[in-house]
């Protein structure tokens, strides 16, 4: 199993969340809200090389767990549903996850998810 972790802009969620659930991939996910910056630092245009305070800026982190089959599929979906082509658009990370328990059932594993 692994952990898709997708940090998007807040105007993206809606287009993704309806994808990702018509397409069926994603059985469950968890949204936060995050603050950050990327490579330009939370400006508008790149200052590279030179030494400035970031700028934190909103984002949404969308995080699913998923059996090893659905990754490529799923992050096939991110990017058609995210992307804008523009500085920002977000990143994706995905971790290995060790086990996955469903507290009402004790179910353990992909069975779990
Ligand atoms: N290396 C990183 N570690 C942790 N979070 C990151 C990292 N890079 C980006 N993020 C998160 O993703 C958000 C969006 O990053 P962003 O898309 O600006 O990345 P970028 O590498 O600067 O790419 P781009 O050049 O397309 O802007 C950031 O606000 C931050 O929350
Ligand atoms: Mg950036």
Redesign the pocket.
């Known amino acids: 199993m692994k952990k898709i972790e997708a940090?998007i802009r807040m105007d993206k969620l809606e287009d993704l969340k309806e994808a990702l659930t018509k397409e069926g991939l994603a059985k469950g996910m968890t949204i936060s809200q995050?603050l950050?910056?990327?490579?330009?630092k939370g400006f508008a245009e790149n200052f590279r090389g030179k030494k400035i305070v970031p700028t934190l800026?909103s984002?949404l982190k969308v995080e699913i767990i998923v059996k090893d089959a659905l990754v490529d599929d799923i992050v096939e979906v991110i990017l058609a549903t995210v992307a804008t082509g523009e500085?920002?658009?977000?990143?994706i990370f995905i971790f290995p996850v060790d086990d996955v328990i469903r507290i009402r059932t004790g179910e353990r594993g992909v069975d779990a998810l």
Do not use: M, P, S
């Not at 950050?36 to 330009?40: E, I, S």
């Not at 500085?87 to 990143?91: E, Q």
């Open positions: 940090i995050v950050g910056h990327g490579n330009q800026l984002k500085i920002g658009d977000g990143k």
